[in-house]
């Protein structure tokens, strides 16, 4: 047997539902994806096995012979899965919320706050699955699901958490030592301290600072996989970063961190919430509306 790794899970799901229904669109509709990133998963699937699965088409798709071979193989192999995984699953609890999210939203936003929402509503549960990209994202256990990913391409049944701001903050020891005293203005005074920015997303430090009035071709020096490591570090000392609103919130209320600028700059990619699997439980209902009033309420105790 080969000790090679197997291709991602999530890109055999994405090629099963597409071949299934004979549409990457369709196929992002039932898997929760955008139709971009389906079309991603299908296209590294084809790159490593060295063959097209699909025929493009101006008006649809169509199966190669080498994805009508590996169709049923990988169908059998999902039921599979899915039956295994079935034998496992606990009795559907009703006072058991399940939130998929990302590390940054756990740690930085709803531990502060979950203490709240249990105490609000007695004898709830819950249990937070954290992932990091769209694909690991489980939508046959959660209730609830916290994405973060393009603003524009948001399910339509997403709603925005927070209003899907960028935000330039630092450490208030690093703005005392550093800040010159002139009538330049904040990024002008700071343009010699290292810029720590997220990869993964489409909002960059060029486009902030051109967005206040002060075009720059400076490139950020620390680049993080997450807003919650840019808070991190930005909290430490090391530099000013460029971080999501919603995230750097409660660290700017605690003191820990200061916005560096006035001005908040809309995401291209953000954050949404919505419930899951057609989930209209009393829970899943009230945590959704909940956690929406603490963003904004986060956000606008942090940056009025």
């Given at each position: 047997?080969?000790?090679?790794?197997?291709?991602?899970?999530?890109?055999?799901?994405?090629?099963?539902?597409?071949?299934?229904?004979?549409?990457?669109?369709?196929?992002?509709?039932?898997?929760?994806?955008?139709?971009?990133?389906?079309?991603?998963?299908?296209?590294s699937?084809?790159?490593?096995?060295?063959?097209?699965?699909?025929?493009?088409?101006?008006?649809?798709?169509?199966?190669?012979?080498?994805?009508?071979?590996?169709?049923?193989?990988?169908?059998?192999?999902?039921?599979?899965?899915?039956?295994?995984?079935?034998?496992?699953?606990?009795?559907?609890?009703?006072?058991l919320?399940?939130?998929?999210?990302?590390?940054?939203?756990?740690?930085?936003?709803?531990?502060?706050?979950?203490?709240?929402?249990?105490?609000k509503?007695?004898?709830?549960?819950?249990?937070?699955?954290?992932?990091v990209?769209?694909?690991?994202?489980?939508?046959?256990?959660?209730?609830?699901?916290?994405?973060?990913?393009?603003?524009?391409?948001?399910?339509?049944?997403?709603?925005?958490?927070?209003?899907?701001?960028?935000?330039?903050?630092?450490?208030?020891?690093?703005?005392?030592?550093?800040?010159?005293?002139?009538?330049?203005t904040?990024?002008?005074?700071?343009?010699?301290?290292?810029?720590?920015?997220?990869?993964?997303?489409?909002?960059?430090?060029?486009?902030?600072?051109?967005?206040?009035?002060?075009?720059?071709?400076?490139?950020?020096?620390?680049?993080?996989?997450?807003?919650?490591?840019?808070?991190?570090?930005?909290?430490?000392?090391?530099?000013?970063?460029?971080?999501?609103?919603?995230?750097?919130?409660?660290?700017?209320?605690?003191?820990a961190?200061?916005?560096?600028?006035?001005?908040?700059?809309?995401?291209?990619?953000?954050?949404?919430?919505?419930?899951?699997?057609?989930?209209?439980?009393?829970?899943?209902?009230?945590?959704?509306?909940?956690?929406?009033?603490?963003?904004?309420?986060?956000?606008?105790?942090?940056?009025?």
């Amino acid at each position: 047997m080969s000790n090679r790794a197997l291709p991602p899970i999530g890109w055999f799901r994405s090629f099963e539902s597409a071949a299934r229904l004979l549409s990457f669109t369709a196929a992002a509709n039932e898997l929760g994806l955008t139709q971009s990133a389906v079309s991603q998963q299908i296209r590294s699937l084809e790159m490593r096995f060295g063959c097209a699965l699909f025929v493009r088409k101006s008006r649809g798709i169509a199966l190669t012979d080498e994805g009508r071979r590996l169709l049923p193989q990988v169908s059998d192999g999902i039921n599979n899965l899915t039956a295994a995984s079935a034998a496992f699953e606990p009795a559907a609890d009703p006072k058991l919320l399940t939130i998929a999210t990302s590390v940054s939203v756990a740690q930085w936003f709803l531990v502060p706050r979950l203490k709240s929402f249990i105490k609000k509503n007695n004898g709830v549960r819950i249990r937070i699955q954290t992932t990091v990209w769209p694909d690991e994202f489980v939508a046959s256990t959660a209730d609830v699901q916290i994405r973060f990913g393009p603003i524009d391409s948001t399910h339509s049944t997403s709603k925005p958490l927070g209003s899907n701001r960028i935000a330039l903050v630092s450490s208030p020891d690093l703005i005392k030592k550093n800040a010159k005293k002139t009538s330049s203005t904040p990024i002008a005074n700071l343009s010699h301290l290292p810029l720590i920015q997220s990869v993964g997303t489409s909002d960059t430090w060029q486009q902030f600072s051109e967005h206040v009035g002060e075009p720059s071709d400076r490139q950020a020096s620390i680049f993080v996989d997450s807003h919650g490591m840019s808070v991190d570090f930005a909290k430490s000392g090391a530099g000013i970063a460029l971080v999501s609103a919603l995230i750097s919130a409660p660290t700017i209320t605690a003191g820990a961190l200061v916005p560096v600028h006035s001005t908040l700059m809309r995401a291209k990619d953000g954050y949404s919430v919505e419930t899951l699997n057609g989930n209209n439980s009393a829970v899943a209902k009230k945590f959704t509306a909940w956690i929406r009033t603490e963003a904004q309420q986060a956000e606008k105790l942090a940056f009025g």
